[in-house]
């Protein structure tokens, strides 16, 4: 039987793909992940909080006042700025934290945060654009903005957040079409913009006429005095400033991610093309989701919510902070988180041991720990030397066994 | 006081907008539908299912069994493919209605099939590229794929769908990067391929190598008998059809809009390639509603709730027609409809009547009534004649109300 196909040329393949998939890469992080089914592996790698502190009663009865009090609206269509109830309970979640002024009709309602990237990107950014981001910032905002052609600068992060004077000089060279910050617990740097920085932020916008983007998931997640207000709150303070800075929300690490309730304020023009995008993007984020986040905001648990999971992370961050002193020593310095879910640490060297927290990942999961090597976190000029460890769903007793591997791994990586 | 704004210049928008929205206008529908809160209108304009159908009892215990069986899980941070136990519902759907072969792997759950769209149009469509869609065809597709940088082609749809003859030459003078349909009860034109032009579609896809997008949402929105097998079935006798063939899917129309649940079979590159995109378009669909929809689906209530909106979306669809037909007469001229929430129809003008969808909307919201004039809906060359009516949530009362003010105002519309 003759073989038709040797020699035949390969049919072409009916999927083409768009240009812009080449402006991203598989992320080096999503290898790791692979490795995290291992048994018995004590993982600081996540991102997320720890679901065994979910109220999951209180969101039980969220979701059946939802469904009793109006099924039609719950399970229905909804208006793709989000349902009213729903924004109004988020307006006053905002003011209670000094951000007043903000109207119901000044947000809208987002799939997670992580939508509000999206929906940034799609109105503002044109391939080219170039875009200001801390570095190091978080993964998912660096690949959701090159995915619309941005290029990325960075501007340097310390331990009271990211550096003004640079970020000015940056702005000036660069005319960024935005800048996007995580002032408060930031991912992965866990650092918190001062007060005065940010209000030389704002001072900047208005000057500059530069778009800022405030990024604050982690904000009530404080251990013990509350950060400085957020930009949207200091905006009050600097006039002109409201109409220079977008702030995006999230109940993902406060309540539940699994629900995707994030929010968008922006100017009156941004909002409008934002809701405009989001209607050709999935119409509107879950009303089941969002009369449930709704019916719970008012029946006003969060507070205690807040306070039960401030007091657990902030004794899993002291426990982290002991176990990496004590176990680690000279070969690592970091900050103490002040909130937040991570510690943001470098390894230096010392004694000359391993400084390269890609190959520490490694030797880290044949110990059984996990972490996330601090590189990819670096839109650009990565510092192979960083490490980001989540300390938000491990127990103590198990934080410092994973501590302890890490010990073990970093000698091993000599 | 020296006015020192005067003369000044006016101060740089801190927005400015990416050139993609420059593709998308303000749609005229978005208008109307602004007039629909006027008291007593009878709206025909809606594209929504009836929500005082919604099988409200059954939702609730699956929330209730999702939140018992797995709470962390349901409310979590869960992978963007989607929750697993509603991939194998989902696969087992489609194989209970002939699509068999379709692993729970071969699809990722999206925002609704909103988001399977957006998803399409971030991963394959680089601007400039022509796409073909039917003419008529859903509206937010249009939009969808405009701000990807689409250029549309249209192609006519009869009351047998869309024409493959006209598609085959359309499809050799373009090359485009993929064709949309909605083969079954189409949005708006009500109008299903026959099984004869369904197989000629798959044949030329596989012969052009050129990748097809079936857009199923109303396929179980039948009345009488099945509609022909959806193109993902009929693919497994079309050899090599389903590597060219992508399939939306949506609980939208047959369970709740509110969840927000699509899904999204595709060729396995482009599934990768798209869940990347979603991962960093809103990170994964809401566990907590996945989680419910799971449930209800193993729940096996869904043939029974099927079974009771078919048969009153089938009273309603044949009141119109009736109403239609004893009202309107030579005036009007349309299929009745076999399935789905619409009846297209077409003015003609006969007797002196007024022949524009447009002008007779705005008469009828005078009188109380209100429909979505057909225009919209074609990306090229409008057809102004046509209008689109939804008897979905209208009982059978009102929609012989409703088609009598309709009368009185074709006839003030003279």
């Not at 930009?231 to 006039?239: F, G, K, R």
């Amino acid at each position: 039987m003759t073989n038709f196909a040797a020699g035949a040329a390969q049919p072409t393949s009916p999927v083409r793909l768009a240009d812009r998939l080449n402006n991203v890469e598989t992320s080096a992080i999503r290898e790791l992940f692979k490795l995290l089914g291992k048994p018995g592996i004590i993982s600081f790698a996540g991102g997320f909080p720890d679901a065994a502190l979910f109220d999951v009663e209180g969101i039980r009865e969220a979701a059946l006042a939802a469904l009793a009090a109006h099924p039609g609206a719950a399970l229905q269509y909804g208006a793709t700025e989000g349902f009213d109830p729903l924004r109004e309970q988020l307006a006053a979640f905002m003011a209670a934290k000094g951000a007043t002024g903000v109207a119901p009709t000044d947000l809208i309602v987002t799939t997670g945060s992580q939508q509000a990237l999206d929906l940034i990107g799609k109105t503002l950014i044109s391939p080219g654009d170039k875009v200001i981001v801390e570095g190091p910032t978080f993964l998912a905002t660096i690949q959701c903005f090159k995915l619309y052609g941005a290029e990325l600068i960075t501007v340097p992060v310390d331990g009271q957040g990211a550096d003004v004077d640079a970020l000015e000089r940056l702005i000036a060279e660069h005319r960024p079409k935005l800048v996007y910050l995580i002032p408060t617990f930031g991912n992965p740097s866990g650092a918190t913009m001062s007060r005065e920085r940010r209000r030389r932020v704002l001072e900047l916008a208005v000057q500059t006429r530069t778009l800022i983007v405030e990024d604050d998931p982690y904000g009530d997640l404080y251990f013990d005095a509350a950060p400085p207000q957020s930009l949207l709150a200091l905006s009050a303070e600097v006039p002109g400033s409201r109409e220079c800075l977008v702030h995006c929300g999230s109940l993902s690490k406060v309540l539940s991610p699994g629900l995707r309730i994030g929010w968008l304020v922006a100017p009156p023009l941004l909002l409008a093309k934002a809701t405009m995008c989001k209607q050709f993007s999935d119409a509107h984020t879950s009303t089941f989701a969002q009369a449930t986040a709704a019916q719970y905001l008012a029946a006003g648990r969060m507070p205690a919510t807040l306070a039960r999971v401030r007091a657990i992370y902030a004794q899993r961050a002291a426990a982290m902070v002991q176990a990496l002193r004590d176990t680690l020593g000279a070969a690592i310095t970091f900050a103490p988180p002040q909130g937040g879910l991570f510690v943001w640490a470098r390894l230096t060297g010392a004694n000359g041991r391993c400084a390269d927290g890609g190959v520490l990942a490694q030797r880290a999961i044949e110990q059984g720990v996990a972490f996330v090597p601090g590189a990819p976190f670096f839109a650009r000029d990565p510092d192979p030397a960083t490490l980001r460890l989540s300390f938000a769903t491990v127990d103590e007793d198990r934080i410092r066994e994973g501590v302890r591997r890490l010990g073990v791994a970093l000698a091993a990586a000599q």
